[in-house]
Structures are given as structure tokens and as C-alpha cells.
């Protein structure tokens, strides 16, 4: 009974990831550190240092172009008082794979 129970919850958690993995919505790294913070145990700035740290970001945070080309991230950039800005995004599928890849990581 209780395997029936675990198999339920399981479908419940895949259908999700699902549907945020084909989501055509973009989420800030901001915000996702904000999402995750209960679960990786990292804020803004550490989330940043780490993902620089491993090559997932530059030094400059920008994601690497492999990672945008897999479909992890988009950069969006905007004029804002004449100056261009580039934030990168992350897409449905990144935030599954950041998420798992900062687990990996961090030992979580």
C-alpha cells in the first residue's frame, strides 16, 4: 500500500516537472534562488558564486553559450537610461537542471 502511495506521489511530481520543463516562461536566477532557497540552503550571492565557480556562469554572469544552446538559459537584454543590459534567464528545463546540478554540487 504504501509503495501505491509513493508511485502516486511520484506521477504527481514528474507531471510537474513536465510541465515546468516545457514551459515557455523565464525566470530570473534571482528568483530562483528566492524558489530554492529552502531546498539548496544557498541565497542570491552564493547561488551566483557557486554557479561561476563551476562554469556555469562567467565572471561577468553570463551564462556559457553550451549552456544556452541546451536550452538552459536565455539572455534577455534591455536599454534601460541608454545602456544595454544583459540578464540571463533561466528557461523550464534550466531550472530542473540547475536545481538538480546545484544538489549535485552541494551534496543535497
Avoid at 536566477?29 to 540552503?41: P, Q, R, V
Avoid at 541565497?43 to 551566483?48: A, I, P, S, T, V
Avoid at 534567464?89 to 546545484?102: D, S, V
Wanted: aromatic content about 10%; glycine content about 10%; some cysteine.
Amino acid at each position: 500500500m504504501q509503495t501505491m502511495n509513493e508511485l502516486s506521489k511520484a506521477r504527481g511530481l514528474v507531471a510537474f516537472a513536465e510541465s515546468v520543463s516545457d514551459s515557455d516562461t523565464l525566470i530570473s536566477i534571482n528568483d530562483f534562488a528566492k524558489t530554492t532557497c529552502g531546498t539548496l540552503g544557498l541565497g542570491r550571492n552564493k547561488l551566483f558564486q557557486e554557479m561561476r565557480f563551476n562554469g556555469i556562469l562567467s565572471s561577468q554572469n553570463r551564462p556559457y553559450q553550451y549552456h544556452i544552446k541546451a536550452g538552459y538559459f536565455q539572455v534577455v537584454t534591455r536599454v534601460i537610461n541608454g545602456k544595454f543590459l544583459h540578464q540571463p534567464m533561466l528557461t523550464g528545463k534550466g531550472e530542473i537542471w540547475l536545481l538538480a546540478k546545484m544538489k549535485e554540487i552541494l551534496g543535497n
